[in-house]
């Protein structure tokens, strides 16, 4: 059998982190500029009928017998082989690489479950659909966030704009004008996990005001569908901001997330606001096209450590600088 390799995106949230969570909807994007890649390499003169496992950026170089039920990895490759139920499985090597920055909102685990998914499933011969794909990977997010909401593993298994809520089919959105967004990288990260932790903290001691807090999260996102399709910038710019405010009453906003927020505004963003599980991580700026290289420029001179571009069309996501 010849080598295998499947990739997939990071991404994005746009609209609704945490109050997603609740119940309430969120919109995201994949960003096909950064990914994950699965390579699967028979091991035709391998002495045992093992899977080895090697991900040599995290330090990883094992068999998977020796790696823990918990270890995400190989809970991936795990629900692959048992969603396949086939009676021999030919030894390989899997090769596991990522270009998505770790623990920033980029879905980076999400990323890596879907191209090892894809990647195993495809090599022995019965290549997972897309809603499989997304069940799989998000039995493996439980591990790593908790109570993840399912829209990582939805929005990078699907490869499409999501309009996204819990339990509810995912919708796509089908965009009918190009917006172009910024997406800087403060440095800073902190665990998705306890933000979200430190999110239901606070619905719990207060849940009349915050949970009113995250109803208007929700209606914002309903709010933003329509111009996010028809590239209302104007429109659209308002709602990040509007997300932002109630994000920093969440308490997961930070002050370098809140630099590059005002840096954007004043370099002629028409939006912006953090992205993911906040407290770091990144923030994305939605740009007039005449303003992305100056938007850009403003986030690197006030702090970022990197910034990329991402440009939702009406037919692809196009990763251009
Ligand atoms: O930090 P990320 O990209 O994994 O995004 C987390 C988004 C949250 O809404 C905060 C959590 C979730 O599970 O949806």
């Known amino acids: 059998m010849p080598i295998l390799f499947e990739k997939a995106p990071g991404k994005i949230i ?33 002495e045992h009928a093992g899977i080895h496992v090697q991900a040599l950026d995290i330090g990883l170089d094992a068999d998977l017998e020796a790696l823990s039920a918990d270890d995400p990895l190989a809970k991936a490759i795990r629900l692959t082989l048992e969603e396949l139920a086939l009676i021999h499985i030919p030894a390989f090597t899997l090769q596991i690489t990522s270009t998505i920055p770790i623990a920033a909102g980029m879905g980076s685990s999400a990323a890596i479950s879907v191209a090892i998914i894809r990647a195993i499933s495809a090599y022995l011969g019965k290549p997972f659909p897309p ?3 997304s069940a799989l990977a998000y039995e493996v997010e439980k591990i790593q966030h908790g109570t993840p909401s399912g829209i990582d ?36 990260t902190t665990p998705t ?61 930070s002050s370098r997330l809140e630099i590059l927020i005002k840096a954007a505004r004043r370099a002629g963003a028409a939006g912006a606001k953090l992205s993911g599980g ?44």
């Open 278 to 321: 906040g407290r770091g991580g990144n923030m994305i700026a939605l740009a007039p096209e005449k303003n992305i290289a100056a938007v850009e420029k403003a986030l690197i001179e006030a702090g970022a450590k990197t910034t990329l571009m991402t440009t939702l069309t009406p037919w692809r996501i196009d990763d251009t600088a």
């Open 14 to 46: 746009l609209f609704g982190e945490h109050a997603v969570v609740y119940g309430q909807p969120a919109i995201a994007i994949p960003v096909t500029r950064v990914n994950a890649t699965a390579r699967v390499i028979p091991d035709l003169a391998s």
């Open 131 to 133: 809603d499989l794909v």
């Open 193 to 253: 996990r306890e933000t979200v932790s430190d999110v239901n903290q606070l619905i719990t001691n207060d849940p009349v005001g915050y949970g009113a807090l995250i109803q208007r999260i929700g209606s914002i996102v309903e709010a933003a569908r329509t111009p996010l399709i028809e590239g209302d910038l104007q429109r659209l710019g308002q709602l990040l901001y509007e997300n932002q405010d109630l994000l920093e009453e969440l308490e997961v906003s």
């Open 153 to 188: 593993n939805n929005v990078i298994a699907y490869q499409q704009p999501v309009f996204f809520r819990r339990d509810n089919p995912t919708e796509f959105l089908h965009i009918e004008q190009p917006t172009h967004w910024v997406i800087a990288d403060t440095g800073e």
